[in-house]
Each structure stands twice: as structure tokens, then as C-alpha cells.
């Protein structure tokens, strides 16, 4: 009879053993970690959660997931991940050099791994400067990129079609979103080209006193940057900008950010005027700080077709258009812009 009982008792232990949990655990290595890093795992479907990262730059958490494809991010860094309950997933990276050093292990590496040589593919093809070339370089970009991408597939044997479906249409999706903006930004080139009188606005707030035109700015180029204080790029672009005007200050340059909150988020334009009047100060920003007459809907703004921000725009000393769609702070083609102005 005691033989029994232990028996039924190891029994029923491996039975609690082999019951598959309802969560993945995630950890991982983050080489030279902010003390205050954070990782985020989120998806479309509105799942969010923030991981901890320690100080030593290791960081381990459990959570319940729907089985498929969410997105890891470091900062302004991001990658595909794919989560299952009742795996054990493990990646390590230097937060220095994301894409180059991101490497996955445990279950499902295979999957993870492909995702992020994808990302290596899409930078090596799909450069900074793209949107300028022709659209037989366009193309050109895209064709050799799906070869690449094909060639990639081939190598990963142990990933099956249901997996790649995804990844299929969002490649397909995703060059129709840069051709959209190829075919836009050239457009945009036709109607305001290099050289052209700048579109013109007058007495826009200053958030230091009184109001400025863009008469008030010749003499020097100006680089402006069309935001608004909801737009999570914008923000991003916010550090980045403030290291640029500490590089160039007192070049021949002056960096205005002109705001287009409205009453259309904000609930009234008075609010809109106190949200974009908080961040300022919240963030310490710098350079010339303008509120726009009516938001989106300001003659500035339409007349440089702006339907989307953050969009930057470069102007001449006299008031004429360099770049209608300049580059972005973040982007070292702007430092390369400014130089070929001997700026």
C-alpha cells in the first residue's frame, strides 16, 4: 500500500510539472544600460508592459501573451519579437548598438533571429537618403531589397510559410508607404523648389514675448521644425534638436519650432496654447519657440503641404526654400546639408 501512494504521489507531481504555464518568461542582458532603462514589450492589439532593467544590465519577467508577433522596444530603438506562453525567451544587446548586436536565444530564437536580420536588410537597402534618389533608384533599392529578403528566407528551413504570411504582406505594405512618400516628397520638390520664396506667416506667438513673422528671421538660415506636443516623434526628435543648437550657436543659423496644436486634440485652443507653453518649460526647449494662427489649418502650413510631423524645412538668409522636407536632427544627413552651406 505505501508503494502505492508514492507512486500516485510522483504521479500527480509530474503531472503539476508537465502542465504548460500561462506566461513566457523573458530575460536578458542590456550592455551599457542607462540605470534607468526600461524595456517595453507592446503589440497592436493594445498590450503594453514595461520591464525593469537592473542595474547590472540583466532584467527577467514573466508575461501571459497571446501567441505571435510583438514589438520590443529600447528607447527610440525597436524590434520584432515573437512570444508563446510557456517559452522561455532570452536576448542581449548593447544599448549602443542595437541592431548590430541584438541576438536571441531560447525558444523560437529561429524566429526572433530572422526578425531582426530582416531590420539588418531593410537599413543596408533602404538608407537615410532614399527619399531624394530617382524613382528608377527607388525602385531600383526595393528590388534588390526583396531579393535580399527572398535569399534570407531560403536559409531559415525550419520556419514554415504560416509564419513568413505576416512578414510577406508587411513587406508589401511597407513599400507601399514609401512609395506613397517617394511620390509625395517629389511632388512637394515641383511645387516649392530649391530657390523659391519661402510661403510666408506673420505674427505667430512667441513663447518669450510678443509675436514673429518670417520677415523677422532673414539674415540667417533657418531650420524649422513643425511639431506638436501629442506627437510621440516629435518628442523624439526634441534631444536630439537642443544637441544641434548647441553645436551651431553663433553660426549663421536659427532653429524655430513652430507648433500646430489646436483645439482638434486639446478640446479648446486656449488649452492647446497651455499644453504647448508646459512642454516647453517641462523640457527646457530652446531656440525660437512660435505658436501657429490656427493649428493645421494655418496658410503656412498647408502651403507647405504638411500632413504629417515632425517635418523640417531649411530656408536661405534672403527667405528662400533649401529644403522644403529637410532632413531630421537625428539624421546625419542634416550635418552634411548644413556643411555643404558652410553654414
Given at each position: 500500500m505505501k508503494i502505492y501512494i508514492l507512486a500516485v504521489l510522483a504521479l500527480a507531481i509530474l503531472a503539476c510539472e508537465?502542465?504548460?504555464?500561462?506566461?513566457?518568461?523573458?530575460?536578458?542582458?542590456?550592455?551599457?544600460?542607462?540605470?534607468?532603462?526600461?524595456?517595453?514589450?507592446?503589440?497592436?492589439?493594445?498590450?503594453?508592459k514595461e520591464i525593469k532593467v537592473n542595474a547590472d544590465g540583466t532584467f527577467?519577467?514573466?508575461?501571459?501573451?497571446k501567441e505571435g508577433q510583438y514589438m520590443f522596444t529600447d528607447g527610440n530603438e525597436y524590434a520584432n519579437i515573437y512570444l508563446k506562453n510557456n517559452n522561455t525567451t532570452t536576448l542581449n544587446f548593447d544599448a549602443d548598438k542595437f541592431n548590430e548586436t541584438l541576438i536571441f536565444s531560447g525558444n523560437d530564437a529561429d524566429k526572433?533571429?530572422?526578425?531582426?536580420?530582416n531590420i539588418r536588410l531593410q537599413e543596408q537597402y533602404l538608407?537615410?537618403?532614399?527619399?531624394?534618389?530617382?524613382?528608377?533608384?527607388?525602385?531600383?533599392?526595393?528590388?534588390?531589397?526583396k531579393t535580399a529578403y527572398t535569399e534570407l528566407k531560403s536559409t531559415k528551413t525550419g520556419?514554415?510559410?504560416?509564419?513568413?504570411?505576416?512578414?510577406?504582406?508587411?513587406?508589401e505594405n511597407m513599400y507601399k508607404v514609401y512609395k506613397r512618400y517617394h511620390n509625395e516628397k517629389h511632388a512637394l520638390l515641383k511645387i516649392l523648389p530649391k530657390g523659391s520664396p519661402s510661403p510666408d506667416f506673420k505674427d505667430y506667438e512667441n513663447?518669450?514675448?510678443?509675436?514673429?513673422?518670417?520677415?523677422?528671421?532673414?539674415?540667417?538660415?533657418?531650420?524649422?521644425?513643425?511639431?506638436?506636443?501629442?506627437?510621440g516623434p516629435c518628442k523624439v526628435e526634441i534631444p536630439h534638436l537642443k544637441a544641434l543648437e548647441k553645436q551651431y550657436h553663433g553660426k549663421n543659423i536659427q532653429f524655430v519650432s513652430i507648433s500646430v496644436d489646436d483645439a482638434g486634440?486639446?478640446?479648446?485652443?486656449?488649452?492647446?496654447?497651455?499644453?504647448?507653453?508646459?512642454?516647453?518649460a517641462d523640457k527646457n526647449m530652446g531656440g525660437i519657440q512660435l505658436f501657429s494662427d490656427s493649428g493645421w489649418r494655418s496658410d503656412f502650413i498647408q502651403a507647405y503641404q504638411i500632413k504629417g510631423i515632425p517635418r523640417f524645412i531649411l530656408i536661405d538668409p534672403n527667405g528662400d526654400i533649401i529644403s522644403p522636407d529637410a532632413p531630421r536632427p537625428s539624421n546625419p544627413e542634416l550635418i552634411k546639408l548644413f556643411n555643404s552651406l558652410n553654414i
Open positions: 508537465s502542465k504548460p504555464k500561462n506566461y513566457v518568461t523573458l530575460t536578458g542582458n542590456v550592455l551599457n544600460s542607462n540605470p534607468t532603462k526600461t524595456i517595453t514589450i507592446l503589440n497592436r492589439e493594445g498590450y503594453k527577467s519577467d514573466t508575461l501571459n501573451v526572433n533571429n530572422f526578425y531582426i536580420e538608407t537615410e537618403d532614399l527619399m531624394s534618389k530617382s524613382e528608377e533608384d527607388f525602385d531600383k533599392a526595393f528590388t534588390d531589397l520556419l514554415d510559410d504560416a509564419f513568413f504570411q505576416t512578414i510577406d504582406t508587411e513587406f513663447y518669450n514675448g510678443g509675436s514673429t513673422s518670417l520677415s523677422d528671421l532673414k539674415g540667417k538660415y533657418t531650420y524649422f521644425d513643425i511639431w506638436a506636443t501629442w506627437c486634440r486639446s478640446g479648446s485652443f486656449e488649452k492647446a496654447k497651455l499644453d504647448w507653453k508646459q512642454m516647453i
